[in-house]
């Protein structure tokens, strides 16, 4: 057994928060870093819940066809959430909760060194931002842009985009987000990357 195998059984059966009473299953992350790139959401929903695996819903369905578009598999690219086990009723995941399971999140980024972490929605932005020492209140504040730092001692950059959930709700949103994915997936990044002379995307 791998790390990362030992990791994801660690997380199946963790109880360091409440959220662990309201699971059906632990969903730890699948997929692999071919592309160097991990993929945060927020927070398991129902149907991630009933079979274990992150973005296996409608929003994943719009993430799955999103990548494939670009030619890239799920495989290709590491998917996690900030927390691993479903808030009741989708409730966005708590302060504490976060906190709580944020080691497991920390860990997967140490095994599997991704030089890229894309960061869905609010609450993936917030948590990975405050990682590399900034502060995202609003996604409106992030979105499309990148920020380099270090997290458990390995260098990334967080690019931050929309939710799919967000698009599925707003499917104006659809666009910029499909945009976001293939700028920080296929390159051209210096020109997302907060601090680089190159960049166009920055407000
Ligand atoms: S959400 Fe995270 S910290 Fe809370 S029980 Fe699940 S794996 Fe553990």
């Known amino acids: 057994m791998d790390a990362l195998e030992g990791l994801a059984r660690e997380i199946t059966c ?3 928060c409440q959220l662990h009473k309201f699971r059906k299953n632990a969903v730890p992350g699948e997929g692999g870093v071919k592309l160097g790139v991990m993929i945060v959401g927020e927070a398991p929903g129902a149907s991630e819940d009933e079979c274990g695996r992150p973005f296996v819903g409608s929003a994943g369905r719009l993430l799955t066809e999103a990548l494939a578009r670009l030619g ?3 495989d290709d690219v590491y998917i996690t959430n900030v927390v691993k086990c479903r808030p009741p009723n989708n409730r966005a995941p708590e302060e504490g909760e976060i906190s ?3 080691v497991h999140l920390v860990r997967q980024i140490e095994l599997l060194r991704p030089r890229r972490i894309i960061a869905l929605g609010l609450t993936s932005s917030r948590t990975l931002l405050r990682l590399v020492g900034r502060r995202a209140e609003r996604i ?3 979105r499309g842009k990148c920020f380099r730092g270090r997290v458990a001692g390995v260098s990334v950059e967080v690019c931050a ?3 799919p959930a967000a698009a599925l709700r707003n499917p104006s949103l659809r666009k910029t987000l499909e945009g976001d994915l293939a700028a920080f997936l296929l390159g051209g990044l210096d020109e997302y990357l907060v ?3 190159n960049r166009r995307h920055i407000a």
């Open 100 to 102: 709580a399971c944020l």
């Open 72 to 74: 890239i598999s799920r």
């Open 14 to 16: 963790c109880t360091r």
């Open 195 to 197: 601090g680089s002379d």
């Open 161 to 163: 985009t929309y939710h």
């Open 140 to 142: 409106s504040d992030v």
